[in-house]
């Protein structure tokens, strides 16, 4: 009875680290596939951001260039960091901070003519305030000039 | 002059917080009576320094001041009352001021409700809470002072970043910090018994009641900035996994594993040293909240402009409190024995498999949340860990949860008969299940597996919390607060996962660009645009949408989301304001986007199903955390 004992226990213990391996692997392999690395513009256009991934891209919005479509939710921008400019494409309602010049951050990816597609855009609810990112990718271009 | 007397104020309390931090520690190694009785008047002298602080901040709001710069930086001359009072907290200096406030009402409420402590362990208790407050009074003098002066005083302020001017949102932060700081009293408790070296029991009956309270804030706290998140961002998300949500969540995590683990303890003097060790967890990972949250690492929407010495000294803080008291841990946890035994099928078991799920679960969000910060740090690169990630982990780990959530509480301590607990719950499983798996079905005819399981859970869990409730009622004639208490929670637990459930299944959002007078049809409701008109506010002008919903062509509501404009002192600064109608089926949400053309405007136009449960769930959850500590036996015992 007590030796039955044990083992049931023992069985107990097997079964909850097994359990807590299998949530860690599913867990490292959700993680794997849904980080999302940022690059800036000059890495998109020098092929250092990946064309398969969803991937975050942040920049300035360039003045001038904001087009919307009158019979969809179509808009099309461009973005940069000082240095080089991605095309960007987006369908849905932007963020109420979202103008030209803002400093913005898009998740999506990129198509064949390599005109970024994306389907979310952040801006920060701060007119003063500028993504980390989008400040270092900035920073990063204009030392490279 | 009054700010000036604020800042007094502030030293004068970082000055009594040193004393109390230090005097009764010393007192209690010694064993010398009048050190000791010190604890006691510096938490109220604290208290009251701090209030005058806090009080001083307010009256340079209401008055407006802006000669403070921070009043000039959060508030206008057209702010209303409301938002200046709630301006306070509504940035990073205040909310620190805030903070420290509230971390001295816990501690002044400890030295009035343990009268009954022994006085070496009361003066510990409170001498640790006040090593906290001098961490957080010398974060404020030397990096974040709220009573820094500008000259000249400009003629009117900034405002009050609009987001943060909804009544849900004023509240939200004062009940979140109630949580996050009530975490303390727990921390405190168990590092002066490490300090004492008398881990028994008694240690465990003390801290639970403190500990199940701060639990009840920080549910209803980010229940309260979920809700707020939905009515005011315009998203229609109820949780984004955003870092700082994550780093409200973590510390919940972990407390709801404390509160499991101390009724362990408490009851059957088993866990001892790993409720210890979960009760330094939790308030590691409040102070953890808040450095991501204050520290500027963070890309959110919460991440304001900020200074980096702030990140670097909430760093230190955090190092020298999570190490030392993990040291003191190491050193003396050795000692302490558990007394009560447990076969395998026990309610402890049960127990200490929840505090595993729930750990796992913090890890899983710790993960998702830190990698990208330490990444970031070391150069590495920018990463964001995306929303997928967090869903599935949950996903994963909510289900032995749900399951266990049925078992536990029919277990007895001790030891328990796997036969028996069969025999009792089999059919409700059977019936839950099957039950569960069919109601997508009778929803929209399709079979969802995923779906089904989550209903089937939610079920399960409601069907075997209220019989646990009648077999009590049955068996015994007292219904002790504390056992309603848990009832309640589980309840909503049940609510929360069919809410979470229905809304992640049968949602519909949709981007829409309508003109006047147009219709669109979403999930057989028909929202028709009636037009925009021009709305004023107090301290905003908008635009304010009209639209009607009919569902089979009777009118069932009428919605006014608005886009507002802010006046500040630069230019005007956007928000949108959704309009919801809810009831307990479903809400109907729409939210303004912006003008197309002359007359078109795009809308976001959303059906959640039974989305109100998620928050009815939290809110059972917090009663049943007041209801647990309104028990007459820690009223009896506190008094």
């Given at each position: ?145 | ?27 209690a ?7 000791i009785?010190?604890a006691r ?69 400890v030295a009035i409700y343990s009268r009954g402590l022994p006085a070496a362990l009361m003066a510990r208790v409170l ?61 405190a408790f168990?590092?002066a018994a490490?300090?004492g070296?008398k881990?028994?029991?008694t240690w465990?009956r003390w801290s639970?009641?403190w ?426 015992k506190r008094?």
């Amino acid at each position: 009875m007590s030796m039955n004992k044990r083992s049931k226990r023992k069985l107990l213990v097997i079964m909850v680290v097994m359990g807590v391996a299998l949530a860690t692997v599913l867990g490292l392999t959700a993680f794997e596939e849904n980080m999302m690395y940022f690059y800036s513009p000059t890495e998109v256009n020098n092929g250092t951001a990946p064309d398969t991934r969803t991937i975050r891209v942040g920049g300035l919005v360039v003045e001038g260039t904001v087009e919307r479509a009158t019979e969809s939710l179509l808009v099309k921008f461009d973005l940069t960091d000082g240095a080089e400019v991605v095309k960007l494409e987006y369908s849905g309602i932007l963020p109420d901070l979202f103008r030209e010049g803002q400093g913005i951050v898009a998740m999506g990816k990129l198509n064949d003519k390599r005109v970024f597609v994306a389907n979310e855009v952040l801006a920060k609810h701060d007119e003063n305030y500028m993504p980390p990112e989008v400040a270092d990718a900035l920073e990063a271009a204009e030392q490279e000039k | 002059m009054i700010p000036e007397i604020g800042l007094f104020a502030l030293i004068i309390a970082f000055g009594i917080a040193i004393v109390q931090g230090v005097v009764p520690l010393v007192g209690a190694a010694r064993n010398d009576a009048t050190m000791i009785s010190l604890a006691r008047p510096a938490a109220w002298a604290q208290l009251l320094f701090v209030s005058i602080a806090y009080a001083a901040l307010t009256h340079a709001f209401v008055v407006h001041d802006f000669s403070v710069l921070y009043v000039s930086r959060h508030s206008n001359l057209v702010q209303p009352l409301m938002y200046r009072i709630s301006g306070v907290w509504g940035s990073h200096e205040g909310s620190m001021l805030l903070w420290a406030l509230i971390l001295s009402i816990w501690t002044t409420a400890v030295a009035i409700y343990s009268r009954g402590l022994p006085a070496a362990l009361m003066a510990r208790v409170l001498a640790v809470m006040g090593l906290i407050s001098v961490g957080f009074y010398a974060f404020m003098l030397w990096t974040s002072n709220p009573f820094e002066r500008i000259f000249p005083a400009p003629a009117d302020g900034n405002a009050l970043n609009p987001l943060l001017q909804d009544p849900g949102l004023a509240f939200h932060p004062p009940m979140l910090y109630m949580g996050y700081v009530g975490f303390s009293v727990a921390f405190a408790f168990a590092v002066a018994a490490l300090l004492g070296g008398k881990l028994d029991a008694t240690w465990a009956r003390w801290s639970r009641p403190w500990t199940t309270v701060a639990w009840s804030f920080l549910t209803f706290g980010i229940a309260l900035g979920s809700w707020w998140a939905y009515n005011e961002l315009g998203w229609g998300g109820w949780w984004f996994w955003d870092p700082v949500e994550n780093a409200s969540f973590m510390p919940w995590l972990v407390g709801t594993a404390l509160i499991h683990s101390l009724a362990s303890t408490e009851k059957r003097g088993v866990f001892k040293s790993w409720t210890v060790l979960l009760a330094i967890l939790a308030f590691s990972m409040s102070l953890l909240g808040t450095f991501i949250v204050r520290s500027g690492v963070l890309v959110s929407v919460h991440a304001f402009a900020t200074d980096p010495s702030r990140g670097v000294f909430i760093l230190i803080f955090l190092c020298i409190v999570i190490g030392s008291s993990l040291a003191l841990y190491a050193w003396r946890s050795g000692s302490v024995v558990s007394t009560g035994r447990f076969t395998w099928f026990s309610r402890e078991t049960a127990l200490l498999l929840n505090n595993v799920i729930l750990l796992t679960a913090t890890t899983a969000v710790f993960v998702g949340t830190m990698y990208p910060l330490v990444v970031d740090a070391l150069g590495i690169g920018k990463i964001s860990v995306g929303r997928p990630y967090f869903d599935t982990m949950f996903a994963l780990v909510s289900m032995p949860l749900i399951l266990l959530l049925g078992i536990g509480p029919a277990m007895r301590w001790k030891s328990d008969n796997s036969q028996r607990i069969i025999k009792s719950l089999a059919i409700i499983f059977a019936a839950s299940l099957s039950v569960g798996i069919m109601l997508p079905f009778v929803i929209d005819g399709v079979f969802n597996i995923a779906t089904g399981l989550g209903l089937a859970g939610a079920l399960w869990i409601a069907i075997t919390t209220l019989q646990s409730l009648y077999h009590r009622i049955k068996t015994s004639s007292r219904l002790p607060l504390s056992f309603l208490g848990m009832i309640l929670a589980h309840l909503g637990m049940a609510m929360f996962v069919a809410g979470v459930t229905m809304v992640m299944t049968y949602h519909q959002e949709k981007d829409v660009r309508l003109e006047p007078g147009a219709t669109y049809e979403l999930s057989g409701y028909e929202f028709k645009f009636i037009g925009v008109k021009n709305v004023d506010g107090p301290n905003y002008t908008a635009q304010e949408g009209h639209l009607e919903v009919r569902d089979q062509g009777e009118k069932i509501a009428d919605l006014y989301p608005q886009k507002r404009a802010y006046s500040g002192m630069g230019s005007p600064m956007p928000m949108t304001e959704a309009s919801v109608d809810t009831n307990m089926v479903r809400d109907l949400y729409a939210a303004m986007g912006e003008q197309l053309g002359d007359t078109a405007w795009s809308l976001r136009l959303y059906y959640k199903p039974m989305i109100s449960w998620i928050w009815l769930g939290c809110l059972f959850m917090t009663v049943g955390g007041v209801l647990a500590v309104s028990d007459r036996r820690y009223r009896q015992k506190r008094s």
